[in-house]
């Protein structure tokens, strides 16, 4: 029997990337991730990495930039007014096609906010908040064992696709503790090779070249159609989702990270008062899984989606129902968690109203 063992989200994160072969991280530290950066400083010695501190999140995602040059597995973590910041490297690194992997413990805002957990990062972290038509994958997890399992998924997607992986969680994913069973340290010599493009030196051969910049149009144009291709493909192999109790749904809710894992519960409730519910939970935020989520959706007389924002992630649950299903949305902000009570107590508002 495998054993499972109590460890802090930040902290747990921070293990499942050294474990998938993690070696080089740098960051500044931000709360409500800084315990990922503290668990990697004292981590990563032990195991042969490096770890570096920064002056600024800017300098962060171009020490990034420069190790995933190398081919090497690289990472760094921070809080989201710290990945704003990072957002022009990142489109360096998605127009120079290089792995690498980033994780933003979202919080409250705009601007510096609280350091409550929130979801007002979606619309930058899934639509690209650097310039530039490039996408980088996301994934959100619900619970500490899922942040575990998606981080070993983050790098391995990033190496098959050359591309900036996003790991999307919020303060209370980061900061909650809950049993998770850990996976093997990898075999470093099993990863991917990169040597036909990473720059390793050059003796004997051709210098490799690993750049964003073409000043001619027109083959900054074949670039980036090269990009399209790729992110057509992501869309095709790589969409995850969660389903739950939606074989007989009437009604269906939607939410992701820490939202999707408190709509189970109202789920429950529902199903506890004989009212037919299911949960639809996207893991991958981009790419978006639309069909799967319009095909769950085609019996249901309405769909809820909550998050802890506005409203950002409903408007791809609206493009996925392309009005065929009458969708609803409710939603907390600054850092305010809802409870499973308040959003069912909406919930039976909407039915009662018809």
Known sequence: MTKKIMMKGNEAIAEAAIRAGCRLYFGYPITPQSEIAEY????????????????SEVATVNMVYGAACTGRRVMTSTSSPGFSLMQEGISYIAGAELPCVFVNVVRGGPGLGDIQPAQGDYFQATKGGGHGDYRVIVLGPSTVQEAVDLMGLAFDLADKYRNPVLVLADGLIGQMMEPVELPEMRDLSNLPDHSSWALVGAKGRKPHKVTSFNIDPHELEKMNKRYQAKYREIEKNEKRWENYRVEDLEYLLVGYGTSGRILKSVADMARGDGIKVGVFRPITLWPYPYEALAEVAEKARFVLT????????????????????PVYFYGRMAGVVPTPEEIYRHFVKLLEEG
Do not use: C, I, N
């Not at 004292?42 to 501190?53: K, N, S, Y």
């Open 40 to 55: 990697m400083a004292r981590r990563l010695p032990e195991v042969g990495g490096t770890f570096l501190q920064t002056e």
């Open 306 to 325: 909550v998050e802890m924002s506005s409203g950002q992630m409903v408007e791809d649950v609206k493009l996925a129902l392309e009005g065929r299903v």
